[in-house]
Structure formats: structure tokens, C-alpha cells
């Protein structure tokens, strides 16, 4: 920040393309491997399994992307982990390793690495970020429920799911990118997973 005012952010640029393909792609296929988890498996077994982004977005981001990742850091992921699973866990019968539960560690991947492609890019337009994000994997998703016949709702869900949309995702996304800027990705998976 200058003096109470954002400096210029940059837009992106052709060398940003390979990270901006991948989080869309990637923004595309997690909640498809998502859905197909919870379809096959259990919502017991999602919720438990799908705490593994902030585990994989920590570990891409050490391991592909060098960034730096604490001891304390790797304390907070465990500690956050253990808690998710303590609050998600419905006693012995709630958890049962399946081909579901494959895809929702599919699609907790997909996000950590998602998150990290992200990362690499978010030094440069927020608004451009966040536009490509949802108009892309908006009209991805809209065209692969298209293709495997989904049935359109009706308009009113449609304006309610936009609002809705805007908030909890557009300016959600916006926020978190803003966060990577200073924080990484790892360390702002791990703040963004305490809600």
C-alpha cells in the first residue's frame, strides 16, 4: 500500500497462462470428483476427507513450489486436520474407506494444487483472477452438466444461486487471493480452513 492507496496491479500476462489453464481446469474437475465422491460414498466420508486440502495445498507448496512452510505452520495444519475430523466424525460406523471416498481426495488435490496455481498468479489483477475463475469454470461446469444431461432449474434458484454465488464465492475468492499475496498458500489454506 502507497500511502492509504493500492498500487496498480498488474494484469496478467502470456508467461501466467500455464497457472491460469490450471486453475480453471482445476476449479472444473474438483467439484465433479466432489460430487461423484458423495454420490458413491457418504457425505460423512466427503466431510472428513475433504479437510485433505489444506494438508495437499501444504505439501505441493513445499514440495513443487518451494515455499517456505513452518514448524509452527505444520502445527496448525495438523491441529486443524485433527480438530475437522473431531468435529466431523459421527462415531465408528461414519468412516469407511471407499472409491468415493478416491474421488474426494481427487478433488481435495485438485484444490491444493488449485490453490498453489493460484498462488503463482496472485501478485497480478485480483479482479482479473477472480473474473476468469468464475466466468471459465462457471461455463465449464455449465457445459459438462449440459453434455451429461442435467436439467436446467428454474429461473428464481437461478438469481438466488448468483447472489448467493457472488458472495460466498466471488468475493470469497477475492479475498483469499488478496491473502496469498502476503501469507502463500499454505499459510492462507490453513487461516481459510479454520472457518
Known amino acids: 500500500f502507497?500511502?492509504?492507496?493500492?498500487?496498480?496491479?498488474?494484469?496478467?500476462?502470456r508467461e501466467d497462462l500455464p497457472y491460469t489453464i490450471g486453475m480453471v481446469v482445476l476449479d472444473i474437475l474438483a467439484p465433479i470428483f466432489l460430487m461423484l465422491g458423495i454420490s458413491i460414498g457418504s457425505s460423512a466420508n466427503a466431510s472428513l476427507l475433504g479437510n485433505f486440502e489444506?494438508?495437499?495445498?501444504?505439501l505441493i507448496a513445499l514440495l513443487i513450489f518451494k515455499e517456505k512452510v513452518s514448524r509452527k505452520l505444520w502445527a496448525a495444519i495438523t491441529l486443524i486436520t485433527i480438530s475437522t475430523f473431531i468435529l466431523s466424525f459421527e462415531g465408528s460406523g461414519s468412516f469407511q474407506f471407499s472409491v468415493g471416498s478416491i474421488?474426494?481426495?481427487?478433488?481435495?488435490?485438485?484444490?491444493?494444487?488449485?490453490?498453489?496455481?493460484?498462488?503463482?498468479?496472485?501478485?497480478?489483477?485480483?479482479?482479473?483472477?477472480?473474473?476468469?475463475?468464475?466466468?471459465?469454470?462457471?461455463?465449464?461446469?455449465?457445459?459438462?452438466?449440459?453434455?451429461?444431461?442435467?436439467?436446467?432449474?428454474?429461473?428464481?434458484?437461478?438469481?438466488?444461486?448468483?447472489?448467493?454465488?457472488?458472495?460466498a464465492y466471488g468475493l470469497s475468492i477475492f479475498m483469499y487471493i488478496k491473502a496469498q499475496r502476503d501469507l502463500g498458500a499454505a499459510k492462507t489454506s490453513a487461516y481459510y480452513s479454520v472457518a
Open 54 to 58: 489444506i494438508v495437499a495445498t501444504a
Open 2 to 13: 502507497h500511502r492509504g492507496k493500492e498500487k496498480k496491479e498488474e494484469r496478467l500476462a
Open 103 to 167: 474421488f474426494v481426495l481427487l478433488a481435495a488435490v485438485c484444490w491444493g494444487l488449485e490453490n498453489n496455481c493460484t498462488r503463482k498468479i496472485s501478485e497480478k489483477s485480483t479482479h482479473q483472477i477472480v473474473t476468469i475463475k468464475g466466468l471459465c469454470c462457471g461455463m465449464g461446469s455449465f457445459v459438462i452438466a449440459n453434455i451429461i444431461g442435467e436439467p436446467l432449474p428454474r429461473l428464481e434458484y437461478v438469481t438466488l444461486a448468483m447472489v448467493l454465488g457472488f458472495v
